[in-house]
């Protein structure tokens, strides 16, 4: 019976490569992960050798990770950042970036099939996070991994350089020629950002500490500047079309919307709506938070002629696949520091609560 069941199942696969038919149910009905059982420190992780994996839907994708970075997110999420969305979802697996191989293919998906290296990244609103043997992502937030990189590298980046590409492509919709300024061009958003930018023919400015500067003028800025030893204002020439703002305080969201010609826009990443949904409650934070978004940006474009949007990551195929073109060329790269294997994932959220590690760090699962 065995035999029989080997023959079969080996002929599946066959039929499956060629294109005949697709296994549209889950390969896996249970698998590791780290879950978070409520919000506090690192040490209220837990890593859970049976936790359930749905059923594929038509558009998902089951994905054999690999690897899995940690952003921050993952760290305001376990301290409790969006309990207004993710209490009610409690315990939950985190993790948004992912990079693996595909294991199953819902009925309707077009573009993947079993076998593929894959790497993309969850909405961040998502359920069920990445933190885990198998993950679940739709079709459209996954591309296929190229193969002049590792996993690891792979999972590093989508997140991130999403995040960076819905705020100049999207928004901002940079073009040739135009002048960037980031605010905190050393982190891994900000590094993307400039990359994006440079591939579009912008010229890019940039603040950041001194370890990051020879990083943030490797991946294409025509300057770098010290934030703690330089007068920003003072530094920086000239007027900008965008400004990317990575730190979201007042002195730098001050000194992006003056350093912004008329008809340019200033991009945070510091929006509002969870902490304020987080204070009041989703039925009175969120109208609160658009009601101040939407205040500050008349504002603005009274005061300065300028547009200013909160700006989040979206996952976006378009944005995913122009991503992958770039990786593929070798214009596209965000270090990894430091890695470890996702059964001391609470020494990896130690090292980056206390800002032991300033670059990414990558959790891998064997």
């Not at 009610?88 to 998906?109: K, Q």
């Not at 902490?275 to 008349?298: E, N, W």
């Not at 002629?305 to 944005?319: K, N």
């Amino acid at each position: 019976m065995y035999a029989k069941w080997r023959g079969w199942e080996a002929a599946a696969a066959a039929a499956w490569a060629v294109g005949q038919f697709r296994f549209v149910t889950t390969a896996a009905t249970t698998c590791r992960a780290v879950v978070l059982p409520r919000f506090g420190s690192s040490e209220v992780l837990e890593i859970r050798p049976f936790v359930a994996v749905p059923e594929l839907k038509p558009r998902e994708v089951l994905v054999r990770a690999r690897a899995v970075s940690i952003n921050p997110l993952d760290l305001r999420m376990r301290s409790g950042y969006g309990r207004s969305i993710f209490e009610p979802l409690l315990p939950l697996i985190l993790g948004r970036d992912v990079s693996g191989e595909v294991v199953a293919v819902g009925a309707s998906v077009s573009s993947l099939n079993v076998g593929q290296e894959v790497f993309g990244a969850l909405h961040p609103t998502a359920e069920r996070g990445t933190y885990a043997d198998y993950a679940i992502l739709s079709e459209d937030q996954l591309s296929v991994k190229p193969s002049s990189i590792s996993h690891v590298e792979a999972s590093a980046i989508p997140f991130a350089a999403l995040t960076a590409w819905r705020a100049l492509r999207s928004t901002a919709r940079i073009t040739k020629g135009q002048r960037l300024l980031v605010l905190g061009g050393g982190g891994a958003v900000g590094l993307a950002a400039i990359q994006l930018a440079v591939a579009a023919g912008c010229n890019v400015s940039a603040t950041c500490g001194n370890k990051s500067i020879e990083r943030v003028l490797e991946v294409g800025a025509e300057e770098a500047i010290d934030y703690k030893t330089k007068d920003i204002q003072l530094a920086i020439k000239g007027q900008f079309e965008a400004v990317l703002d990575t730190i979201g305080i007042p002195e730098t969201e001050r000194l992006g919307i003056n350093v912004l010609n008329r008809g340019g826009h200033y991009m945070t990443l510091q929006g509002e709506a969870a902490s304020l949904a987080d204070r009041y409650g989703l039925a009175i934070g969120l109208p609160v938070a658009t009601a101040i978004l939407l205040k500050k940006q008349l504002q603005y474009r009274y005061s300065h002629g300028i547009d200013y949007w909160w700006t989040y990551m979206r996952s976006d195929a378009e944005g995913l696949d122009e991503i992958r073109r770039l990786l593929e060329d070798g214009k596209m790269k965000i270090p990894v520091e430091k890695t470890f294997p996702i059964t001391e994932v609470r020494q990896a959220h130690e090292v980056k609560d206390r800002r032991l590690v300033p670059g990414k760090v990558v959790l891998e699962l064997d």
